[in-house]
């Protein structure tokens, strides 16, 4: 990306579109602030989560309940009662208490999912949320970002289209190293799908 | 979002990632501790016996793991730190990608958490080691932090520089690891300075460690009172490649980041 100038508007969830390679995990991550621009600031004015959907960010060889307790010091809330609420969403029972590296990758994405929906974030930055357990689980995770969507927005990364179409209202396409952003959904994807036919 | 002052939530990501840190090395049995003790203790226990066995007399009082553990201890500070530090990134990888960790978070948690640990382990062996033998000791304090806080900051230094260049170049790494090994003989951990022939204190003398040790030993010894010891180079040497580690952190943090 070059020569980039984008503002993103609160009360609104933003679909990042584009073809494979354009950028949109590292355009999230740098809006999550994993990564740096190589020139150029990011100026955040709400609470961002980290890029969901990694499975990333937990240290293999601690437990469950250790990595939350970590993730909840770092964000200043009570650690009990993060692991406790942790552990009634993502419904991982005795694994809460085994190393991480046991776990599968659903798994992962369970306990992650479950961290980011027991804090409160302003924003949150969703990179596929793919096949997140079965279908209860997934049930359950529509049910938390619904509840979430009056307060909270979203930034997400999908290729499918119905995902965008269902979270997000706004989008913005990546294309060739530029950016454009869109306020409705529906021109944003347009635009998309005609970059894929070139 | 919550008015929350800067310096407190550094406080709380450094805690986080100590007791992360503390989980995994030190954490489900004692057990972590207690290897921390014994294996600088194996060193000194095996230099003693080796040594004692083709000299009479260390070069300094009479004892022989006493005198090793005066140069080795202050050594090890140094060692243990410097490792410490440079695999902060590698280590922490996966904490990374919380935007609330930076890489200097980890090496500043990595740090405080070995110099904690290293001078509880400092202390234990010196205490043993005091209560078991008897020797002309008189302990100045101020010798052995001087002697230990250089060794630390040395330790930090080359750590911090290590850090950004064990993840440019895993050659370097494994490089570095060869130069390290012989550090150990050239640093007057089992010898002091004088010992040596001139033309040899010449070029031990601009070993950083030789200085550090030597201080380590003024603490314990009275009757050592070297005079060529030059804090402000040890300082100097030390200040270069913290100075260099930061900027090229600076510059390529966003490499860093991404590996």
């Keep these: 990306m070059e020569d980039v100038t984008l503002t993103l508007p609160r009360g609104r969830s933003v679909g990042l579109l584009g073809r494979n390679g354009a950028g949109k995990s590292t355009l999230l991550r740098m809006i999550g602030g994993s990564v740096l621009p190589d020139k150029g600031r990011i100026v955040r004015g709400a609470k961002i989560s980290w890029p969901l959907g990694f499975g990333g960010g937990f240290h293999g060889s601690l437990t469950g309940a250790q990595n939350v307790r970590f993730i909840a010091r770092i964000y200043g809330i009570d650690t009990d009662d993060l692991v406790a609420r942790v552990e009634d969403f993502s419904e991982l029972g005795a694994f809460m208490h085994m190393p991480v590296n046991t776990y599968s990758s659903g798994m992962k994405a369970r306990l992650a999912f479950g961290v980011s929906m027991a804090i409160d974030f302003d924003v949150y930055l969703v990179d596929e949320i793919t096949s997140v357990g079965d279908a209860a689980f997934k049930q359950k995770a529509r049910a938390a970002f619904r509840a979430k969507a009056g307060t909270a927005d979203v930034i997400m990364v999908s290729h499918s289209v119905g995902t965008i179409r269902e979270y997000c209202q706004s989008g913005v396409v990546l294309e060739n190293g530029a950016i454009s952003y869109f306020h409705d959904v529906e021109e944003a994807l347009e635009h998309h799908q005609r970059n894929m036919r070139q | ?259």
């Design chain 2, 1 to 259: 979002m919550r008015e929350e002052s800067r310096i407190a939530m550094q406080g709380r990501v450094l805690f986080a990632l100590i007791m992360r840190e503390m989980t995994t090395r030190y954490g489900r049995n004692a057990g972590g501790y207690v290897w921390a003790v014994l294996e600088p203790a194996g060193t000194l226990a095996m230099l003693s016996i080796v040594f004692s066995a083709i000299a009479r007399k260390p070069a300094l009082g009479d004892n022989f793991p006493i005198f090793f553990a005066t140069g080795y201890m202050a050594f090890h500070f140094y060692m243990d730190i410097s490792r410490a530090v440079s695999t902060s990134v590698t280590a922490n990888r996966a904490l990374l990608t919380f935007p609330r960790v930076t890489i200097m978070d980890t090496i500043i948690a990595r740090f405080l958490l070995q110099v904690i640990t290293l001078c509880f382990v400092t202390f234990v062996i010196f205490a043993l080691l005091l209560t078991i033998f008897d020797d002309q000791i008189a302990i100045d304090f101020r010798y052995i932090f001087l002697s230990i806080g250089l060794a630390a900051f040395l330790g930090l230094s080359v750590g911090v520089l290590n850090s950004v260049l064990f993840t440019w170049s895993p050659t370097w790494q494994t490089t570095f690891g060869i130069i390290n090994r012989p550090l150990f003989l050239i640093s007057g951990v089992f010898f002091t300075l004088e010992d040596m022939p001139r033309a040899i204190q010449e070029l031990l003398w601009w070993n950083p460690l030789t200085h550090v040790t030597a201080i380590m030993r003024e603490g314990f010894y009275p009757i050592y009172q070297p005079n060529w010891i030059s804090v402000p180079y040890v300082l100097f040497f030390s200040t270069v490649p913290f100075l260099v580690g930061v900027l090229l952190m600076r510059a390529l943090q966003a490499k860093m980041l991404e590996q």
